[in-house]
């Protein structure tokens, strides 16, 4: 199927997981939609993020005829995903259950925890899928808003951004987590420093890459790889293109020449 995929963020926090799709699928086209006239999604109610998430898919699959959504934003996926996928019948990835899948493959998954924006660690769902999954772990759940505009800001190796974790983390200061879940698509550019503070036996799961590897698995096993043709990565934006580029290279990793201003 030619068809691109559709990858949707309130924002360039997505473009983590775009990264980590396209290195998994280099055949594939990408369009990436970044809501950036409306973010961020963290601290808004479940209506609206529903509501937002339902506006951004009707102009993917009206407008591009997307074959897959992916919801690259962990408060989307926290809360409107299941509205996503009652609404459309291509299928729909989130972040939630692609990092719970993993957690739950580890051999040590005594002491979980959790970081995210406010409203994913208030909506609960990582707990509940956690608890579903591996229902002997003890989960530990923080919100960690300042990290989004340190990330943003490229600050991962200055010395506030040590400061804040090291606050945030607080919690794990004395007894580390087998497992951290990196909740918010931000948090990968600050990986290093999140794992110098926790130590090396805390396995960091990074909803991108776990998240393309669902991806890879339905698009091989649905018959929905693409074959042939040159793929292609499309950015658009609802607002201001040229600060979503700027910023978001240090996200995606690469250039991208071209961003596109879209109305929803």
Same mark, same amino acid.
Request: proline share 6%.
């Given at each position: ?7 949707? &963020? ?9 990264? #980590? ?14 809501? /950036? ?9 479940? #209506? ?26 962990? /408060? ?16 729909? *990835? ?16 005594? /002491?979980?925890?959790?970081?995210? /924006? ?5 909506? +609960? ?34 010395? *506030? ?38 130590? &090396?036996?805390? *396995?960091?799961?990074?909803?991108? #890459?776990?998240?393309?590897?669902? *991806? ?11 074959? +042939? ?30 961003? #596109?201003?879209?109305?929803?």
């Amino acid at each position: 199927m030619e068809q691109p995929i559709g990858v949707f &963020d309130s924002g360039v926090g997505g473009l983590t997981v775009l990264r #980590e799709l396209a290195r998994v699928l280099p055949g594939e086209g990408f369009l990436y939609l970044g809501d /950036t006239a409306r973010v961020p999604y963290g601290t808004k109610s479940r #209506e609206t993020v529903t509501r937002y998430s339902i506006e951004v898919a009707n102009h993917l699959i009206t407008r591009h005829d997307i074959k897959m959504l992916v919801v690259a934003c962990n /408060t989307a996926s926290s809360l409107a995903l299941p509205a996503l996928r009652k609404i459309y019948k291509i299928p729909v *990835v989130g972040m939630v259950d692609p990092c719970v899948r993993r957690v739950a493959s580890l051999a040590k998954k005594e /002491t979980i925890g959790v970081i995210g /924006t406010a409203g994913t660690i208030r909506s +609960g769902a990582y707990e509940q899928a956690l608890r579903q999954a591996v229902p002997k772990a003890r989960v530990t759940a923080r919100a960690c808003p300042l990290l989004v505009s340190l990330a943003e800001e490229g600050w991962a190796e200055k010395p *506030v951004t040590r400061a804040v974790i090291a606050e945030y983390l607080s919690t794990f200061r004395e007894a580390p987590p087998d497992a951290l879940i990196l909740g918010c698509t931000h948090y990968p550019v600050l990986k290093k420093p999140i794992a110098e503070f926790l130590g &090396d036996r805390t *396995v960091l799961i990074d909803s991108g #890459e776990e998240a393309a590897r669902v *991806v890879d698995t339905l698009v091989s096993e649905s018959g929905m790889k693409r074959g +042939g043709c040159a793929p292609e990565i499309r950015f658009v934006v609802t607002d201001d293109p040229e600060h979503f580029a700027r910023v978001g290279e240090m996200f995606f990793g690469r250039r991208m020449d071209s961003v #596109e201003r879209v109305t929803l």
